[in-house]
């Protein structure tokens, strides 16, 4: 261990309040949105631009309405991360916000869908809250690789949604 936890959080101040990033990230799909939206609302589609899921299980009987749950469970490396979506707002074909909770870290995601000329353009607002010292100092010291997480998520899904390019045959 390079730094002691008293060094950082004398030289870093982490608060026992939970730390909050934000930050918004879009890319535009050549598909109409209706086409769009139903490739992103089946389950089945998510293993080909969500890279290292491993599994999911609807943990409600009303999959895709407001309240709904659903496990997501990922491997990435070595480290496996289990967590579940809420769904908050379904007002599909315009938007739909869901919260992500796993160990550390509560993601609450609103999702934006604009039809373009044919295209859709997918805006997402994310938000992270993150609890317990190792996830706070992870969201101070490594935003970028959350922004990019993000942005990369939406390039997959663009991948798949326009030429079948499934992250499983990478």
Request: proline content about 4%.
């Amino acid at each position: 261990q390079i730094f002691s936890r008293r060094f950082l959080q004398r030289n870093y101040y982490i608060s026992a309040k939970p730390h909050k990033m934000k930050y918004t990230t879009e890319i535009v799909v050549d598909l109409p949105r209706d086409e769009f939206v139903k490739k992103l609302d089946d389950p089945e589609n998510m293993k080909h631009w969500q890279r290292g899921l491993v599994g999911y299980e609807q943990l409600s009987k009303n999959p895709g309405q407001d309240g709904a749950q659903m496990s997501l469970s990922f491997k990435m490396g070595n480290r496996k991360m289990d967590m579940v979506e809420t769904i908050i707002k379904n007002n599909l074909p315009e938007e739909m916000y869901t919260i992500y909770d796993t160990k550390g870290v509560h993601n609450i995601q609103k999702n934006y869908f604009k039809e373009e000329d044919g295209k859709t353009r997918w805006i997402s607002e994310s938000e992270f809250q993150f609890s317990g010292f190792g996830m706070k100092l992870m969201g101070l010291l490594m935003p970028r690789a959350f922004k990019k997480q993000s942005k990369k998520y939406m390039e997959d899904f663009k991948a798949f949604a326009e030429n079948g390019t499934s992250v499983q045959d990478i």
